[in-house]
């Protein structure tokens, strides 16, 4: 059972940045497909950020050029540099995983197997 720890949220003002992490109890890099998901309460859940095991990465039109995904190989913790930040990016982020070469749609929510406990970002204005 594979599982995912998020940490690095908090609590920033607008415009600022955060990197959240993401440590998998395994090594997923070259046989997973990994998102980041965010949720506010009353809303449903929804993709941030998918990175495929090639490398491929998608992006909600809402952080496009904003947020980066990335993985670091040294560490094998998944990343997510986030910049420019806005009150609506407050959220819980979650850190997803399924064993698959690509998941299309990238967000779809129930294709990913794997989910962590979440971290907390508040953007205040």
């Known amino acids: 059972q594979l599982q995912l720890v998020e940490s690095g949220g908090g609590s920033v003002q607008t415009g600022g940045s955060l990197r959240l992490s993401c440590e998998p109890s395994a090594y997923t890099f070259s046989r997973y497909t990994l998102a980041w998901f965010r949720q506010v309460p009353g809303k449903e859940r929804e993709g941030v950020a998918a990175i495929l095991p090639r490398g491929e990465t998608y992006y909600a039109d809402s952080v496009n050029g904003r947020f980066t995904i990335s993985k670091d190989h040294s560490t094998a913790i998944l990343r997510l540099q986030m910049n420019s930040l806005q009150p609506e990016d407050t959220a819980m982020y979650y850190c997803?995983?399924?064993?698959?070469?690509?998941?299309?749609?990238?967000?779809?929510?129930?294709?990913?197997?794997?989910w962590g406990q979440g971290t907390q970002v508040t953007v205040s204005s």
């Open positions: 997803a995983a399924v064993r698959a070469e690509r998941v299309d749609p990238p967000f779809s929510v129930s294709a990913y197997t794997y």
